[in-house]
Structures are given as structure tokens and as C-alpha cells.
């Protein structure tokens, strides 16, 4: 089974940038999508973005479209999460995952998931 291993989160400034990374404990299927979920207290896991592992397709929530990047590198099995002009709405516990379809990140049934990773955005 996947395991996956996030780093990365911290704490930033207002319109400063941190970037994410998610490696995967096997050789990743290129069939697979990859991506990132954030959750606050209280609320529900909220998507923020995927991409098939071939890196054609990507998807990213409304919220984040034009400031955060999904991207992969092949050799080490990593995906990452690039995120710019970070916002205070945008602190969240990150949680990468791994699944076999665009949908299984829609439903929230994934294959695999990380521990997760604290982001502070400070205003």
C-alpha cells in the first residue's frame, strides 16, 4: 500500500510563499493522481488541487486557481504544492493524497493519504 510523507508547512507572512511536498513510499503509478486537501477546525476537508502523475492534467479549486502549483518530479516519486501570495484564509492543516481517478478526489475516497502538514499564514 502507499505510503505518503508530507513536508514543508510552517509559518509565513501575507503574500509570502511556502511549497508543499508529498513523497510516496513506491514507485508512482502513472495512472495515478496526486494532490492536496486543507482542513480548519470545525469544517469539512476542502479540496485544493490534483494532477495526474503523467502532469497533463491538472485541476485546482476556485480558491487557490492562479496562486497555487501542483507539480511532480518522476525520479524521487514526489509531488508538490507550490503556493504564492499566501492568504490568512489560506492556514489549514494540508493533507497530500494519492488516488486512481480526478473523481476519487471529488468524492474523497482516496487510496492513501498524508499526516498532514500545518500552514500559518499570518496577517
Known amino acids: 500500500q502507499v505510503q505518503l510523507v508530507e513536508s514543508g508547512g510552517g509559518l509565513v507572512q501575507t503574500g509570502e510563499s511556502l511549497r508543499l511536498s508529498c513523497a510516496t513510499s513506491?514507485?508512482?503509478?502513472?495512472?495515478?493522481?496526486m494532490g492536496w486537501f486543507r482542513q480548519t477546525p470545525g469544517k469539512e476537508r476542502e479540496f485544493v488541487g490534483c494532477?495526474?502523475?503523467?502532469?497533463?492534467?491538472?485541476e485546482y479549486a476556485d480558491s487557490v486557481k492562479g496562486r497555487f502549483t501542483i507539480s511532480r518530479e518522476v525520479g524521487n516519486n514526489t509531488a508538490y504544492l507550490q503556493m504564492n501570495n499566501l492568504q490568512p484564509e489560506d492556514t489549514a492543516v494540508y493533507y497530500c493524497a494519492v488516488g486512481n481517478y480526478y473523481s476519487d478526489f471529488r468524492s474523497k475516497i482516496l487510496e492513501a493519504w498524508g499526516q498532514g502538514t500545518l500552514v500559518t499564514v499570518s496577517a
Open positions: 513506491t514507485r508512482t503509478r502513472t495512472s495515478y493522481y
Open positions: 494532477m495526474n502523475w503523467n502532469g497533463d492534467i491538472t
